[in-house]
């Protein structure tokens, strides 16, 4: 069964239209992340909840939001997408951040910004 | 600042050989963890084996087998006994600071 689901798996918006993708987990895990992976790179960390605790990484444009109203949801809400912003969004939980915090990730959203 | 490096960008293994995708780190942190992997062309991000900075043991994992030289700061893959299935990208991640490396594509050749 699928502990981390990522919806929706596939999205296509224009340009300067706002997009949100979903993260739900089934783990209990206290912490979520949001990845960005863009063609043959790796991907990159944009933020991540530690229970309610927001962690913006210091490079992560304003133009992504996120959002995790209860322990099993977190949501990415991208305003005003650019062409730029065509990438693979990954979502992934670990029970603890640290050292041992094994991530579990979701199968992704690929979104295509026209 | 931490740092995952991958050097390989590609490799090409024959079906049933072993091969080794190497990868090194840099961190002053003296607790971490290593994590590899595999990320198929679908694109889902696949779990394959973690090593603890002070595991004294090398971690294996059926086909897998991570060898950790921590005065060096390796951290290398082992894939034995290659599969036509082990075609993918594979990741080196140090996941206490969330950094991933830039990945290496294997090829695994009938």
């Known amino acids: 069964d699928a502990m981390v689901i990522q919806n929706p798996r596939y999205q296509v918006t224009q340009f300067g239209k706002p997009v949100t993708l979903s993260c739900s987990q089934t783990l209990n895990h206290n912490v979520m992340y949001w990845y960005q992976q863009k063609s043959s790179q790796a991907p990159k960390l944009l933020f991540h909840y530690y229970d309610k605790d927001f962690n913006n990484e210091a490079d992560t444009p304003d133009n992504f939001q996120s959002r995790r109203p209860n322990t099993s949801f977190c949501f990415l809400d991208i305003r005003s997408p650019g062409l730029g912003d065509t990438a693979m969004y990954l979502c992934?939980?670990?029970?603890?951040?640290?050292?041992?915090?094994?991530?579990?990730f979701g199968e992704g959203s690929r979104l295509t910004v026209l | 600042a931490q740092k995952i490096t991958q050097t390989q960008p590609g490799m090409f293994v024959q079906e049933k050989e072993a091969v080794t995708l190497d990868c090194t780190y840099d961190t002053s942190d003296q607790s971490y963890g290593l994590f590899w992997y595999k990320q198929p062309s679908s694109g889902e991000m696949i779990f394959l084996i973690y090593q603890g900075s002070y595991d004294e043991q090398n971690a294996t994992e059926g086909r897998y087998s991570l060898n950790f030289q921590k005065a060096r700061k390796s951290a290398n893959l082992v894939i034995s006994a290659s599969q036509l299935g082990d075609s993918a990208m594979y990741f080196c991640a140090m996941v206490n600071q969330f950094y991933f490396g830039t990945g290496t594509s294997l090829t695994v050749i009938p």
């Open positions: 992934a939980t670990s029970l603890h951040r640290g050292a041992t915090g094994e991530l579990f």
